[in-house]
């Protein structure tokens, strides 16, 4: 053998063993990251919480005692109902007068029975097909209506009754609405595939809901069992404990998109560990005022975010639904203030009491943007009561923009 072959012949044989010690690397590398995967997953599963899709399949429930079937009928009426009332004969889109939506509520009169149908049921599940692949769960091809669209329609129609009732000054009228809409958010809230963008459509409508409460406190004769009833819906919110479960259910969802993305395996183990890692973040966010995390997820500008990256519109997504529900919890806190204020007449010349004497737990004075104490100020046309709001600053009760959030009398 010559010298130049037995060159040859030893660069082979340090270039083969340079590629078994790298597959052997590779496979072990490979190896870690399965078991890591796999004792996150594990831990999951301890706590009680889904993993993948699957784990969200319910029973069927008699469809009586479903809600989902009556918000279905429902939505069926209010579409034809707003066709009449949102559209003219060419089918355009307008501002209904007044008298059109009267006279339009007047036709469908089984419309707000099967709402309240809805709330009165003791389950919700609207049954979507969880058994498709993630990346078409958000697609409609069930052939039926998502889940947004018949609440959608249900907000408009009871956005129109509170239009009535607001310019007939028929307060009753109007609580019984908000109260029906903060229910109707509530019920949705319990549907068992509730990612985040289906609890942000039900922390609106409560949101919503507390807003037109306030309007009828604002006007200073509303009636004292309804003020009950609605205290009542108000005292059984969990938002931390909402927030927690949808962003579970998120985690579950996305696992299962991860899995079926056509990458390597190791870039594929990589992105389970980050997007673990992410909803591990939020799901401690959750319990934490927003001083505590906000800094460490900015908000994203929705028109230079990279959707198809995974940090990103994860970030995007959960952060959204962790300010709409800190958001909601301020307007609750500030509206179930205000109530305690004005039923037991408290006047400026006096100091303001603490939670205790306005017989509010203490946690309905806690701000949930930064874990102070609610602000809380009596104006010359009323009380204003408000979080300091997204930014973590107190801008003095400044609601129109808005910086800070709550309730109070208009500047």
Request: glycine residues 4%; proline residues 4%.
């Amino acid at each position: 053998m010559t010298k130049l072959k037995k060159v040859f012949l030893r660069i082979a044989i340090i270039l083969g063993a340079a590629f078994l010690l790298l597959v052997f690397a590779v496979s072990v590398y490979s190896w870690k990251l399965d078991k890591e995967v796999e004792a996150k997953v594990a831990a999951i599963k301890a706590a009680g919480d889904p993993t993948c899709l699957a784990d969200l399949a319910r029973k069927p429930i008699p469809t009586e005692q479903n809600g989902a079937t009556y918000l279905i009928q429902a939505s069926a009426e209010i579409e034809k109902l707003l066709a009449a009332v949102e559209t003219d004969k060419d089918g355009n889109y307008h501002e209904p007068t007044l008298k059109q939506i009267e006279n339009e509520l007047q036709h469908y009169p089984n419309i707000r029975p099967l709402l309240e149908k809805v709330v009165a049921c003791p389950k919700f599940d609207f049954q979507q097909d969880i058994g498709n692949l993630p990346s078409k769960i958000c697609i409609n091809n069930s052939g039926k209506d998502s889940l947004f669209e018949v609440t959608h329609r249900s907000w408009r129609y009871l956005n129109h009754e509170t239009t009535v009732a607001q310019a007939a000054g028929r307060n009753d009228e109007l609580l019984r609405s908000a109260i029906l809409l903060f229910r109707l958010g509530r019920q949705i809230s319990c549907d068992p595939f509730q990612t985040h963008s289906t609890h942000i459509v039900a922390l609106s409508l409560q949101s919503e809901s507390l807003k037109n409460a306030y309007d009828v406190l604002q006007r200073g004769s509303a009636n004292a069992q309804l003020l009950d009833e609605l205290n009542a819906e108000l005292a059984e919110c969990d938002y931390v404990k909402e927030c927690r479960r949808s962003t579970a259910i998120e985690r579950a969802y996305w696992l299962d998109l991860i899995r079926e993305m056509p990458q390597n395996h190791i870039f594929l183990m990589k992105m389970q560990l980050a997007a673990l890692k992410t909803f591990e973040n939020y799901l401690h966010y959750c319990t934490e005022p927003c001083s505590e995390w906000i800094t460490h997820v900015p908000q994203a500008d929705l028109g230079t975010v990279n959707l198809t990256n995974l940090d990103e519109s994860l970030n995007l997504g959960l952060r959204s639904m962790l300010i709409c529900s800190r958001c909601t919890q301020a307007r609750k806190n500030a509206l179930r203030i205000i109530n305690a204020l004005q039923s037991k007449n408290i006047t400026e010349d006096k100091k303001i009491p603490t939670m205790a004497e306005l017989g509010l737990p203490d946690e309905v004075g806690v701000d949930p943007f930064n874990g102070k104490s609610m602000q809380i100020k009596k104006q010359p046309k009323g009380w204003l009561v408000y979080s300091v709001g997204e930014n973590l600053k107190d801008d003095g009760g400044e609601l129109e923009t808005p910086l800070d959030v709550g309730f109070g009398p208009k500047k």
